[in-house]
């Protein structure tokens, strides 16, 4: 669970509620049916217009992943292939064969794969760079997928700010309900300037924070399989896989492979 992103929403929300409520406002006077279903519903109308059902489907999904990232750390992965590093070059790479029920990564478990099948070490490196950019490809669209709700649903606010100012202007010849009136039309506005800038940009950025970090470790495992492939030595593979790590972290490897 990211309990920054769970924070951060909260946060929002909770600022939005105290400025209002130390305003004396009402918190009823900021809420209105109409402008609603103008930027809920005319903003993910929008949505589905630009983008694919099934890719819909595929980015609601991936949005989770903001809140329960599944990207691994850096150490845990580097220890692995340090060891499937010693197996290979103690026992030979046939050796690692023993160890595929182990692996909980799909990737690492690929590359090992293809090292103890012998598959060459550029078609090796090819397949394995080919399914890190198709992973940064739907990460792209998952990202792309909320900045687009967020130019939309701002624009659909003030869509019905306009149709809430021709409404009022329309009923001139009573000036009491101009002010209420004016209000109501701003907030389709406010409604789409939050959804944009409270959820939906900063969900975007989380996720490509995420897909940053993914993309990361996948470089670094691919590094790792080649020298396994190439029986590098595990010593020099450590050096070189731990120069990713900030000095605590390296310390701490260290300490483990001492333990």
């Known amino acids: 669970m990211d309990k920054a ?16 409520i130390v305003a004396g406002a009402s918190l009823k006077a900021f809420w209105d049916t109409p402008s609603i279903i103008m930027v809920g519903v005319g903003g ?30 850096m150490l845990p992965v580097i220890s692995q292939l340090v060891e499937f590093s010693e197996i290979a070059r103690r026992d030979g790479i046939l050796a690692l064969e023993n160890k595929t029920q182990e692996i909980k990564d799909p990737f ?12 060459d070490t550029e078609v090796m490196e090819a397949i394995l760079r ?3 950019e198709a992973m940064s490809v739907r ?11 967020a130019r939309y649903a701002p624009a659909f606010g003030m869509i019905g700010t306009l149709i809430g100012l021709i409404i009022m202007l329309g009923n001139m010849s009573n000036p009491d309900a101009i002010g ?3 209000a109501v039309a701003l907030l389709t506005t406010l409604y789409g300037a939050y959804i944009a800038n409270a959820f939906c940009l900063p969900l ?18 691919i590094r790792g399989l080649l020298s396994i492939q190439n029986g590098d030595n595990p010593r020099v593979l450590e050096q070189k896989l731990a120069t990713c790590l900030p000095a605590k972290q390296r310390a701490a490897l260290a300490k483990n492979k001492a333990a």
């Open 108 to 119: 690492i478990l690929m590359g090992i794969q293809m090292a103890i099948d012998g598959t």
């Open 139 to 149: 990460h792209k669209t998952t990202k792309s997928f909320l900045e687009t709700a």
């Open 44 to 73: 993910a109308a929008a949505v589905m217009i630009a983008y694919p059902f099934g890719t819909l489907i595929s980015c609601g999904k991936a949005i989770k992943k903001a809140f329960t990232p599944t990207t691994a750390s």
């Open 130 to 132: 080919s399914e890190v």
């Open 5 to 20: 992103t769970i924070v951060g929403i909260l946060l929002a929300n909770g600022a939005m509620l105290y400025s209002i």
């Open 180 to 182: 209420p009136g004016m």
């Open 204 to 221: 975007a950025d989380k996720l490509g924070f995420y897909s940053k970090r993914e993309l990361e470790i996948r470089e670094l495992i």
